[in-house]
T-cell receptor, first 114, second 111 residues
Framework: DAGVTQSPTHLIKTRGQQVTLRCSPKSGHDTVSWYQQALGQGPQFIFQYYEEEERQRGNFPDRFSGHQFPNYSSELNVNALLLGDSALYLC?????????????FGSGTRLTVV | KNQVEQSPQSLIILEGKNCTLQCNYTVSPFSNLRWYKQDTGRGPVSLTIMTFSENTKSNGRYTATLDADTKQSSLHITASQLSDSASYICVVSGRGFKTIFGAGTRLFVKA
């Protein structure tokens, strides 16, 4: 039973570019949340997708957008990259029948903006 | 303001010793509190989850406690091992999908 898978694992981009990160949720999960984790900090909530719609959003600018597909997988898009966007981007899925709140995290995508 | 504060920021202990990590929160209304272990460069892995009515939950050598009245939780690690070296993150969820992460406690276990 695959857990949450994220791709790519590492990425280097230049300021001003755009990036797309991908996430496949754990089997049986229908909700995907995205987090940004700066070095030495706890994860910061970006947004959550359920039934292909953004259900909740954290305090992030519109440069951060997302999408959820019918198979529950999700993408995180960041436009006009800034140096401060360098971080570990974590995807978490939830929606298990036993406990809908229980999050399973992926290993993350390490984004470096130069 | 909803906040989760963890202490200490970092901790160094000798292998085989016990330690306790603290988490204070102001998230309201409260739904549940989770402790995660995060190895460097990896995603967090759930250790325990507690709701309002639970005041202790164990997972092997990890025991979490919750005092919903004082809004405090602790994570106790017994007989520490080198593999326990990681960040431990306290996460508090309120009703309505509100979830707040603490900054974590960085634990170093030395031989």
């Amino acid at each position: 039973d695959a857990g949450v898978t994220q791709s790519p694992t590492h990425l280097i981009k230049t300021r001003g570019q755009q990036v797309t990160l991908r996430c496949s949720p754990k089997s049986g999960h229908d909700t995907v949340s995205w987090y940004q984790q700066a070095l030495g900090q706890g994860p910061q909530f970006i947004f959550q997708y359920y039934e292909e719609e953004e259900r909740q959003r954290g305090n992030f600018p519109d440069r951060f957008s997302g999408h959820q597909f019918p198979n529950y997988s999700s993408e995180l898009n960041v436009n006009a990259l800034l140096l401060g966007d360098s971080a570990l981007y974590l995807c978490a899925s939830s929606g298990d029948r036993v406990d809908r709140r229980a999050n399973t995290f992926g290993s993350g995508t390490r984004l470096t903006v130069v | 303001k909803n906040q989760v504060e963890q202490s200490p920021q970092s901790l160094i202990i000798l292998e085989g010793k016990n330690c306790t990590l603290q988490c204070n929160y102001t998230v309201s209304p409260f739904s549940n509190l989770r402790w995660y272990k995060q190895d460097t460069g990896r995603g967090p892995v759930s250790l325990t989850i507690m709701t309002f009515s639970e005041n202790t939950k164990s997972n092997g050598r990890y025991t979490a406690t919750l005092d919903a009245d004082t809004k405090q939780s602790s994570l106790h690690i017994t007989a520490s091992q080198l593999s326990d070296s990681a960040s431990y993150i306290c996460v508090v969820s309120g009703r309505g999908f509100k979830t707040i992460f603490g900054a974590g406690t960085r634990l170093f276990v030395k031989a």
